[in-house]
């Protein structure tokens, strides 16, 4: 729940750093998840024609490793007093629109013997173009993406045996193609992957490091509320380790809103 007035908006929904226009036609929820940023927390936001600034709830994902270089189980910190920064400007027409988006935040960790931060930030270049009655969506993103990228698929940070927070980096995007078969029938076709880069100590383990989809459906709206849905999913992912695996799903959907 979220609350707009004039300029500002205060309370829980999707992250400024999202650009949720940019999201395609799936029967999965999300959809693109590989590629996408997917946060929706509490925040104030200050909105003017294309800018937007906000300051949101922090939270810092860590994957400790021993000295054998083997990851342990993950760690949600809450520490730490900054709020999430994040700053975020769209430019609109009838061609579609194109995103850009900024997000700084401080990793901390505090333990009686650890007291740990770190500074971070990422970009996100996003946008959709209208051809005719078809579109393509697509992101690109680069930094610290963590919590904000493939729900949390990688951690924010590492810490190290010796207490050390580092921060983890990587680059994810997706790209979709919607085409309208006639005015009721549809077909997107989506391709999302990201992939992020670990400490050397960490090239053993079994920390997870890549992944990359694509998608296809098709869906039909017999009425002006109501799509009916058919997906075909292809996923890939890779460990540190090599260790990978995939998967094959397909899946149906029926949405009627209102």
């Not at 906000?54 to 400790?64: D, F, K, Q, Y």
């Not at 610290?144 to 927070?165: E, S």
């Not at 460990?239 to 799903?249: N, T, Y």
């Amino acid at each position: 729940a979220y609350v707009q007035w004039r300029h500002w908006l205060i309370g829980q929904t999707w992250s400024n750093f999202m650009d949720v226009a940019t999201l395609p036609e799936a029967a999965d929820f999300i959809g693109t998840t590989d590629g996408t940023t997917f946060v929706r927390q509490p925040q104030v936001r200050w909105t003017s024609g294309g800018l937007s600034l906000s300051a949101g709830n922090r939270e810092t994902s860590i994957l400790p490793y021993n000295t054998a270089g083997v990851a342990g189980g993950r760690i949600n910190s809450d520490d730490g007093w900054m709020p999430d920064l994040t700053a975020r400007y769209a430019w609109k027409g009838d061609w579609g629109h194109v995103a850009v988006a900024g997000l700084l935040r401080e990793l901390v960790y505090e333990t009686p013997t650890i007291d740990e931060s770190k500074f971070v930030a990422s970009l996100s270049v996003s946008g959709k173009f209208m051809i005719g009655k078809d579109d393509i969506r697509w992101m690109a993103l680069y930094g610290n993406l963590g919590r904000y990228v493939g729900l949390n698929f990688a951690t924010d940070a590492v810490l190290d045996p010796n207490g050390k927070l580092d921060g983890l980096d990587g680059y994810a995007g997706f790209i979709a193609y919607r085409h309208m078969w006639t005015d009721k029938l549809r077909s997107t076709f989506t391709y999302a992957l990201e992939e992020y880069d670990y400490d050397s100590d960490l090239s053993n383990s079994t920390a997870l490091k890549s992944s990359d989809s694509w998608t296809v459906n098709l869906f039909y709206s017999p009425l002006p509320k109501l799509d009916i849905g058919a997906e075909i999913r292809s996923a890939n992912t890779e460990r540190e380790d090599g260790a990978d695996g995939d998967l094959r799903r397909l899946q149906f959907t029926t949405k009627y809103s209102f």
